[in-house]
């Protein structure tokens, strides 16, 4: 049997030709994850970015008076619902309260759910561009776009598994993990690659292992049923029984079909906010309105490691408590702190870019990983004997991926700006700018000598986040100056980060230049980025 | 579409570097990687199933926790199980080692589970 390939070699030789595949063989799909995934950390900040018309503060008020808005509100637009949910702007939230009823009755349009947000006068503030802000990028993480949720999350569910046996994998590999760490050789051409992806493991190796095993866990009688099917049975009571077992309390109790008024919250909510001083209220749900059976559950805010909020119940009628609330078992606690720490939902502005840098150090390892694995190969070959086209096609596509994507994202802020304001199917119109620009990555990179290639992507990258924040100001009124005097920190910071971003990869242009002086400086910087690809043009 | 189009070339393309690279690597050395796919993620899964279901139906009958919580332990634990087996797989040399240590415990899980259902 031929042991070329490292497979069958001592333990850590075998570790390492399962990582180089584990990493390589979804890779395209897990930068994309990364990618999006990291902008997802400041998707509500994104959104307000992407909906200009919307003002820089929010008015608020207080709980009661909010609550009451919202109640008033749904009663009104859906008087046959049976479930009522007002949710409160707390933290870095949507800024307005939104509403949600679960309808008796479709309506026109074939909805069973009206959403809606609304301002603390009661009016629908939806007067925002249609958009899918930043939201869109945060669901494509897990999503994608363009094909059925259900194949996508298995997709991205073994593209996670691959990525967990090739952080393991690469565990085992470096046995010096540390020193690797702090070693970088710029200018050593495959040597540079290999340290780039050091320290870009090492660097977020405890956020790697967290992503992608709470990653699995999000979804974890989809990507590991059997046990549940084996251990519990295949039918709905099963699974009702383990839903029942990780949130206890959650299912409502069906309606009497005995008429009565509307709950008054009031009480209720006096209760619980003696219960929780100095804790924000959450979320008000009223299950059954107008039935006898009403029931109001009453959650705050998260605090702590956590997803959600602890949450009373209590009768509809008499505003009585009911059955004291069962806290989640142990198992079920972990799972929550697990996906909690995925989400980053109590993170502070600090802790958010802490995720947001260590997610885009993923997307870096996973880059600096395919360009090692083409550069291995390319320096296998003999100067004078030309590449193989399957070679020259992996080095081109790889530009595809690694700045096609980027390139895509910067088109997708840009087509917010520039679409027309009342375009039909406008938030999907986004998206479709996104892959497009993305597809027209993937075909300059084929079609020019890839040195140039890389320089003029790199370069288009840099200039379109560069005159992103001109192109705010020209479009909109919400843009930085505005945004700086008026203290929208969020929008500010969104122009800003574009700036530093165009920045950064101005350098990167400069690094990527075919200057001789710098090849006399560094002795190998020519083998960086491809350079010796030449001959491919 | 044209970035689907474009990762599916890369994909076969990538495929055609390595066929370019291991042109001497035997058919029998493929079907090898072959099996050993199969086993590390299919052979895996239901191993840890099974293993899973029988471990979390014996202690719910001895009574130390409710059989969903059982369920769900070894469900939050498969995927580092699933991880050691698959490392496992691509270590070991004889393959059929792993085939029969697989079957056989495989096997005597499944009838300890048929037993305590």
Redesign the interface.
């Known amino acids: 049997?031929?042991n070329?390939?490292g497979?069958?070699g001592a333990?850590r030789q075998?570790?390492s030709?399962?990582h180089t595949w584990c990493g390589?063989v979804l890779s395209?799909v897990l930068y994309f994850i990364f990618i999006t995934g990291s902008f997802g950390y400041f998707n509500y900040e994104i959104d307000h970015w992407m909906k200009p018309e919307n003002p820089s503060i929010s008015e608020t008020a207080s709980a009661d008076d909010m609550l009451e808005t919202g109640f008033g509100y749904l009663r009104e637009e859906a008087p046959a619902a049976s479930r009522y949910f007002v949710t409160l702007p707390v933290g870095r939230g949507d800024p307005g309260i939104r509403v949600f009823a679960q309808l008796e009755e479709p309506t026109d349009s074939g909805a069973m759910r009206l959403s809606e947000q609304i301002n603390v006068k009661g009016e629908a503030t939806s007067v925002a561009r249609d958009t899918g802000g930043g939201n869109a990028l945060y669901r494509m993480h897990y999503a994608l776009h363009?094909m059925p949720y259900d194949l996508a999350i298995y997709i991205v569910g073994v593209s996670t598994?691959f990525m967990?046996?090739a952080i393991?994998?690469g565990i085992?590999v470096h046995k010096n993990i540390f020193k690797d760490f702090f070693t970088l050789r710029l200018g050593k051409g495959q040597r540079s690659w290999l340290d780039g992806h050091n320290i870009s493991s090492v660097l977020a190796l405890p956020f790697m292992l967290m992503i992608t095993?709470s990653g699995?866990?999000f979804y974890?009688?989809e990507?590991?049923?059997?046990?549940?099917?084996?251990?519990?049975g295949v039918d709905q009571n099963s699974l009702d029984?383990?839903f029942?077992?990780?949130r206890p309390g959650r299912t409502a109790p069906d309606p009497s079909g005995n008429p009565a008024p509307f709950p008054d919250i009031s009480g209720p909510l006096a209760q619980a906010q003696a219960q929780w001083p100095g804790s924000e209220i959450r979320f008000v749900q009223v299950d059954h309105p107008g039935d006898a059976a009403a029931v109001i559950t009453i959650s705050r805010s998260v605090e702590g490691l956590g997803r959600r909020g602890a949450s009373l119940k209590f009768d509809g009628i008499t505003g009585a408590p009911l059955s004291p609330p069962q806290s989640a078992?142990p198992?079920?606690a972990?799972?929550g702190a697990v996906l909690a720490l995925h989400e980053g939902r109590f993170a502070n502005t600090w802790l958010r870019w802490a995720y947001f840098i260590s997610g885009l150090l993923g997307a870096a390892m996973i880059a600096t990983g395919l360009l090692l694995w083409a550069k291995k190969?390319r320096s296998?070959l003999r100067p004078t004997v030309p590449a193989?086209?399957?070679?020259v096609?992996?080095e081109r596509?790889?530009l595809?991926?690694i700045v096609?994507l980027p390139l895509?994202v910067a088109a997708y802020f840009w087509a917010n700006r520039l679409l027309p304001v009342d375009m039909n199917n406008r938030a999907e119109w986004e998206l479709h700018c996104l892959?497009?620009m993305?597809?027209?990555s993937?075909?300059h990179a084929g079609a020019r000598e890839l040195r140039r290639a890389w320089r003029e992507q790199v370069a288009l990258l840099a200039v379109l986040f560069l005159l992103l924040p001109i192109v705010n100001a020209v479009t909109t009124d919400a843009h930085l100056v505005n945004s700086l005097a008026q203290g929208d920190w969020v929008r500010a910071g969104f122009d800003l980060t574009a700036l530093v971003f165009a920045l950064i990869m101005c350098l990167v242009w400069r690094k990527l230049a075919p200057a001789p002086a710098r090849s006399v400086r560094y002795p190998g910087a020519s083998e960086v980025l491809g350079r010796s690809n030449e001959a491919d043009a | 579409?044209?970035?689907?189009?474009?990762?599916c070339?890369?994909?076969w393309?990538?495929e055609?570097?390595i066929?370019?690279?291991?042109a001497?690597?035997?058919s029998?050395?493929r079907w090898?990687?072959a099996a050993r796919v199969l086993l590390a993620f299919l052979g895996a899964?239901?191993w840890?199933?099974?293993f899973?279901?029988m471990l979390?139906?014996a202690v719910a009958r001895l009574g130390w926790m409710?059989?969903?919580?059982?369920?769900?332990?070894?469900?939050?634990f498969?995927?580092v199980a699933?991880?050691a087996i698959?490392?496992w797989v691509?270590?070991e040399?004889r393959l059929g080692r792993v085939l029969k240590w697989m079957l056989s415990s495989g096997c005597v899980f499944s009838l300890c589970?048929y037993a305590l259902k």
């Open positions: 049997m031929s070329n390939t497979l069958h333990f075998s570790m030709w399962l390589l395209l363009y598994l967990f046996l393991i994998t085992i095993y699995l866990v974890e009688f990507y590991s049923p059997g046990t549940l099917f084996l251990g519990m029984e383990m029942e077992h990780l078992p198992n079920a972990f799972s190969r296998k193989p086209t399957s070679l096609f992996v596509t790889n595809g991926i096609g895509g892959f497009l993305w597809g027209l993937f075909m | 579409m044209l970035s689907t189009l474009a990762g070339a890369w994909f393309s990538m055609n570097t066929k370019d690279e291991a001497n690597v035997s029998r050395y090898n990687i899964f239901v840890i199933s099974v899973g279901a979390a139906t409710p059989i969903a919580q059982g369920v769900h332990i070894m469900t939050l498969s995927y699933w991880c698959a490392v691509f270590y040399q589970l």
